[in-house]
């Protein structure tokens, strides 16, 4: 009973692992780890299960297109993205957004080649998914950092906005549902 249990651990831990092609696992675990602090994530582990979540994809296309994102979600209406994007005609594309309720923060799209100097020369030598490396999605990911913060910070504030919102309607002293005077049942 105690070698399956051992067994069943290691191979749901070999689950977990990141799946990459591209990178090599220790740099997209460190990558990962960054986001997770960016984005006020932290890990789930078996005693305290979260429905937060942080996960990692890559794009391969035959014809050298392709890229990675990391995805992030805090709960239904509340999430968030950045990656890159390898274009054929060269003209790559980096993206960071948080969603709320529909509301997008941040540009979706973000050139390159108007970063500010010395950032935006690091993907000069890019063609293909084949030719990133570690230190490229390194330097994608701490290039985007302060737009994913900046973009999470209005996003965490339209969420806080809501939930004040629906606090005051539904908590003491507000006029929501069930504070309303003169329906059926009123102050019984």
Do not use: C
């Amino acid at each position: 009973m105690k070698k399956l249990k051992h067994i069943l651990k290691e191979v749901l831990s070999e689950a977990k692992q990141l799946d990459t092609k591209i990178f090599d696992r220790g740099a997209l675990q460190d990558s990962m780890k960054q986001v997770r602090e960016m984005v006020g994530i932290e890990e789930a582990d078996e005693k305290w299960p979260s429905d937060k979540k942080v996960e990692y994809d890559e794009f391969r296309f035959a014809n050298g297109t392709g890229g990675f994102s990391f995805k992030w979600e805090h709960g239904v209406k509340h999430f968030g993205s950045l990656g890159l994007s390898l274009r054929q005609d060269g003209n790559h594309m980096l993206y960071a957004s948080s969603m709320y309720n529909g509301k997008r923060f941040g540009n979706e799209k973000i050139d390159p080649k108007r970063l500010p100097t010395p950032n935006k020369d690091f993907l000069r030598h890019i063609r293909t998914w084949k030719d990133l490396d570690n230190l490229t999605m390194q330097t994608i990911v701490t290039v985007l950092s302060k737009d994913v913060e900046k973009n999470e910070a209005a996003a965490d504030k339209a969420f806080e906005q809501d939930r004040k919102g629906q606090q005051d309607f539904y908590g003491s002293g507000g006029k929501g549902y069930y504070k309303q005077d003169g329906r059926i049942g009123a102050g019984l």
